[in-house]
């Protein structure tokens, strides 16, 4: 099938290169940025498969100027970036990776909770700057997090690993879904609730839900003036979930305590004053970045695409 081509639209890790470059003809990015729309559009235009990252918009226009597109392949659970019924509309498959990436993203919202929450950042920075001249029963005091409530906002596969790793800090676990999901409430004790009792009451607040129309700016000022003075907000989900200029207020007004980042509203950009912000922690979209999550994911949309250029149904593919 070599006379078949895919375009990569960013170096992935090398095992998914491999088993691509085993079938077809592979054409990657040569630049280690995100390509312009007018660079995707030129690399997709002769492509049979497309594997493409959460930053890249796949729109109408991007598949309109791929006619022999067969199937498109988001090296990420999510897929907003791509106009799925377009796709639909033209017999192109569209698959995402999920499952791999459940327990590293899970691990990393608790790498944010912990970091803002005991001011671990803080605290390095303090002390590679020779600021650390012992022990002090005042200095830099952050927020317990053993027997507080957490609440978590969608309750799927990364809301469940979060709220497993919570069982083990005996924390309070609240969560806020489209409807109760039994399994978890019998798995870790999880207490379903609107999102406004659940901002009220948590000590917490991570956010693990996908982003639809329904949850773009979900957490914005109102929501946020809800949430306890002492309380952290957590995203490791989708950047837009959340008000970013509004948070800044919060976080500079002592609305809330602090927050923890992984994903922004317009990424990569921040929102003015963020990042001046002491009570913040910020990552570059870390979420699934483990050398064994990554090399899974590369496998997976290596298979998905192999599938469909065979004639084969892919696995994963994204709910039309």
Not at 263 to 276: F, R, T
Request: net charge negative.
């Amino acid at each position: 099938m070599q006379d078949k081509r895919v375009f990569v639209t960013r170096k992935i890790p090398q095992i998914g290169l491999d088993m691509l470059h085993e079938h077809f003809s592979v054409t990657v990015n040569p630049h280690d940025r995100p390509l312009t729309k007018d660079e995707l559009i030129d690399g997709v235009k002769d492509a049979h498969g497309l594997l493409c990252l959460l930053n890249d918009e796949i729109t109408y226009d991007v598949m309109q100027a791929a006619p022999n597109l067969k199937v498109i392949t988001n090296y990420a659970v999510g897929y907003n970036n791509i106009d799925v019924s377009a796709a639909n509309e033209k017999g192109i498959y569209v698959t995402n990776t999920p499952g791999v990436l459940t327990d590293a993203t899970a691990d990393l919202a608790w790498a944010l909770l912990l970091s803002v929450s005991r001011r671990v950042v803080e605290g390095d920075i303090y002390t590679r700057a020779g600021r650390f001249t012992g022990w002090g029963p005042m200095l830099l005091l952050g927020g317990a997090v053993a027997g507080k409530t957490l609440g978590i906002v969608g309750m799927g596969r990364i809301g469940q690993a979060v709220a497993q790793r919570a069982t083990g800090f005996n924390m309070n676990i609240l969560y806020h879904d489209i409807e109760p999901v039994e399994s978890a409430e019998k798995a870790y004790s999880a207490k379903y609730t609107d999102l406004h009792d659940l901002l009220n009451q948590s000590d917490y607040v991570s956010l693990h839900a996908p982003l639809t129309d329904e949850t773009h700016h979900m957490i914005g000022a109102e929501q946020l003036g809800m949430m306890k003075q002492t309380a952290y907000l957590i995203n490791s989900a989708r950047g837009p979930l959340v008000d970013e200029k509004a948070l800044v207020e919060a976080l500079k007004n002592g609305t809330i305590a602090g927050a923890g980042l992984d994903v922004y509203e317009d990424e990569p950009e921040l929102a003015p004053g963020l990042i001046e912000l002491p009570n913040v922690v910020l990552l570059p979209h870390l979420g699934s970045a483990t050398s064994e999550t990554r090399n899974q994911m590369a496998k997976m949309v290596a298979e998905n695409i192999t599938a469909a250029l065979k004639g084969d149904t892919p696995a994963n593919l994204v709910p039309e």
